[in-house]
C-alpha cells in the first residue's frame, strides 16, 4: 500500500467537543461517562452513558449535526475550505437519524399525525449522513457508507486510504458520527454487556460497557496532492487490515485469531512487523469475553515485546461510540503521533493476570513511529489500521 496523508482531523465527544480538548482530557484520564438525560433510561440495567454537548446547527439528525462539527474541524487543519473536486467521502453508518425516528415514533404512538413528521422516519437511512457531507461540505468523487457494526468507521478510514493510495481519488473524507438511541442503549443492556458504573478496559474488575456518542474523520491526502498546495502531514496511514472470523453472533473468537489476521495484515500492507509497533490502541470494550479475546490476540503479536509495548482503549473516557467508534480511535492514534505520547487507559487500575498487557493509568511520554488503532465487531468483524509518525 502506497503511504497516504492524514492532513486533517477533527473530532467532537463526550470529553471534548473539538481535537484540542478531546487530547487534553484523554492525556489527563479524564470520563465522559455521566447519567443518561437524552431520554428517560426507565428500567434499564444501567443509565451510564458518554453523552456529547448538543452540537447546535440547523435542523437535522442528531449524528448529522455531529458529522458537520467534526468534519468541518478536519478541514480547516488540513487547510481546505470545502472538499476538492473529485474528492471522496467514506463514512462508517451508525444509527443516523434514529433517535429522530424514535422520537416522531412516540409522538404518533400519542396520537399526533403520522404526515407531520414523517421524514423523520427516514433519516436514518445508512446513506443519509454522507449525503448531508457531501452536499455542505463539496466533493464530488466516490462515496460509500460502510455498515459494518462496531468496524464501520475503521473499515471506511481503510476503504477511503486505499482510494487514495490506488490513485482513485487524491483526497479523502473518512470518518462516522454516532448518536444515542433507545435502540442501542436499550438494545446492549438487554444484551447484558453494560456496566452499572464505568467502563474499566483490561481491567480484572472489568464489569461491562458503556455507550457513547460522537463524530470524529480525517483528511486523507495524496502525498503529491497535499505538497501542491503546501500542506503537511500530521501522520501517515501506512497500511489496513481486515478480517472475519465468523465465529459468532456477537462474541468474538476466544483466541482472537480473526483480530490478529488483520494486524498482521495491516503491518504486511506497509511491509512492517509486529516489531516495528510501537503503541496499540485497542478496542477494549470492557467487557470480559471481548477483552481477554482481544488481549490474547495481542500477547500472540507482540511475543516477547509485550511488555515494552502500550496498549490502551479510549473507551474507558468516551464508551463506545459504536460505528463511529473507530473513526474516534483512529484520531486519538493520529494525535498520539503527532504529540509523541500514549493517553492513559482511563477506568484502569487493576491488572488481568489472564491479560499480561502492558495497560498504562497515566500518560506516557514516548517515541512513537508506528502505531495500531483495533476495531471488533459483531458478526467477528475485525480492523486494523496502521498510522506512522510524519515522514
Known amino acids: ?47 451510564r452513558v458518554a453523552q456529547c454537548p448538543d452540537p447546535g446547527g440547523p435542523r437535522r439528525s442528531r449524528a448529522d449535526n455531529l458529522a458537520l462539527c467534526a468534519a468541518r474541524e478536519a478541514l480547516a487543519q488540513a487547510g481546505l475550505e470545502r472538499l476538492p473536486e473529485g474528492a471522496g467521502i467514506a463514512l462508517g453508518a451508525g444509527v443516523g437519524g434514529l433517535p429522530e425516528s424514535e422520537d416522531a415514533y412516540l409522538r404518533v404512538l400519542d396520537g399526533a399525525p403520522l404526515s407531520r413528521g414523517h421524514r423523520a422516519f427516514t433519516g436514518h437511512l445508512p446513506a443519509t449522513t454522507a449525503d448531508v457531507l457531501g452536499a455542505e461540505l463539496g466533493g464530488g468523487g466516490p462515496r460509500i457508507s460502510a455498515a459494518n457494526a462496531c468496524t464501520s468507521s475503521a473499515v471506511a478510514i481503510g476503504l477511503g486510504g486505499l482510494w487514495v493510495s490506488s490513485g482513485e ?107 516495528d509497533v510501537d503503541h496499540v490502541n485497542a478496542h477494549g470494550t470492557a467487557t470480559p469475553a471481548n477483552d481477554l479475546a482481544e488481549g490474547k490476540a495481542l500477547v500472540s503479536l507482540l511475543g516477547d515485546r509485550v511488555a515494552a509495548v502500550p496498549v490502551t482503549s479510549i473507551k474507558g473516557a468516551v464508551g463506545h461510540c459504536l460505528g463511529a467508534a473507530g473513526a474516534m480511535e483512529a484520531a486519538a492514534v493520529v494525535l498520539s503521533l503527532v504529540h509523541q505520547a500514549v493517553p492513559p487507559c482511563a477506568g484502569f487500575r487493576s491488572p488481568d493476570p489472564a491479560i499480561p498487557l502492558r495497560v498504562p493509568n497515566r500518560a506516557v511520554p514516548m517515541a512513537l513511529r508506528h502505531v495500531l488503532s483495533v476495531n471488533l465487531a459483531f458478526g467477528g468483524n475485525n480492523a486494523a489500521l496502521l498510522f506512522g509518525g510524519e515522514p
Open 1 to 47: 500500500m502506497r503511504p497516504v496523508w492524514v492532513t486533517g482531523v477533527g473530532v467532537y465527544s463526550a470529553i471534548g467537543t473539538d481535537a484540542a480538548s478531546f487530547w487534553e482530557a484523554l492525556l489527563e484520564g479524564r470520563s465522559g461517562v455521566t447519567d443518561l438525560t437524552r431520554f428517560p433510561s426507565g428500567d434499564m440495567r444501567s443509565a
Open 169 to 275: 481519488c487524491s483526497c479523502v473524507l473518512a470518518g462516522a458520527s454516532d448518536a444515542l438511541s433507545r435502540l442501542t442503549v436499550g438494545g446492549f443492556n438487554c444484551l447484558r454487556l453494560v456496566s452499572p458504573d464505568r467502563p474499566r478496559p483490561f481491567d480484572g474488575e472489568r464489569s461491562g460497557m458503556v455507550i457513547g456518542e460522537g463524530a470524529a474523520f480525517l483528511i486523507l491526502e495524496s502525498p503529491e496532492a497535499a505538497r501542491a498546495r503546501g500542506a503537511r502531514p500530521l501522520a501517515v496511514l501506512e497500511g489496513v487490515g481486515l478480517s472475519a472470523d465468523a465465529f459468532h453472533a456477537t462474541a468474538p473468537h476466544p483466541e482472537g485469531e480473526g483480530a490478529l489476521r488483520a494486524m498482521r495484515q495491516a503491518l504486511s500492507a506497509a511491509g512492517l512487523t509486529p516489531g
